[in-house]
């Protein structure tokens, strides 16, 4: 079967830090090129962050740049999104995407089509 399963979603306050992880089964992520996105409450979604296949090029979005990290274990066919000093306004879903299929789901700023994601992780933060 093939899917993508997030985790390490949570309540957090002002200034904490949080670890993210997408579990992939079905397919090697390695081969694709990986994205974080995050849909606000009553926003739409935001695009966070991306890594290129082979652990190459990696882009992330204005407001998460310099507190955030995208990283791969390829060994364990899991993708990470490190997140330092959040802010109340990190509060979202958090979801991790592949271009693993035909480019289905807009989300303005990414790097890489979206063919596939999975069902979220809810990351609060708390002022």
């Known amino acids: 079967q093939v899917q993508l399963v997030e985790s390490g979603g949570g309540s957090v306050q002002a200034g904490g830090s949080l670890t993210l992880s997408c579990a992939a089964s079905?397919?090697?992520?390695?081969?694709?090129?990986m994205t974080w996105f995050r849909r606000p409450p009553g926003k739409e979604r935001e695009w966070v962050a991306t890594i290129h296949p082979g652990g190459g090029d990696i882009y992330y979005g204005t407001s998460v740049k310099g507190r955030f990290s995208i990283s791969r274990d390829n060994a364990k066919n899991t993708l990470y999104l490190h997140m330092n000093s959040l802010k109340p306004e990190d509060t979202a879903m958090y979801y991790c995407a592949s271009n693993r299929g035909p480019p289905v789901l807009a989300v303005a700023g990414s790097r890489c089509g979206i063919g596939s994601w999975g069902q979220g992780t809810q990351v609060t933060v708390s002022s």
């Open positions: 079905g397919y090697i992520t390695s081969n694709y090129c």
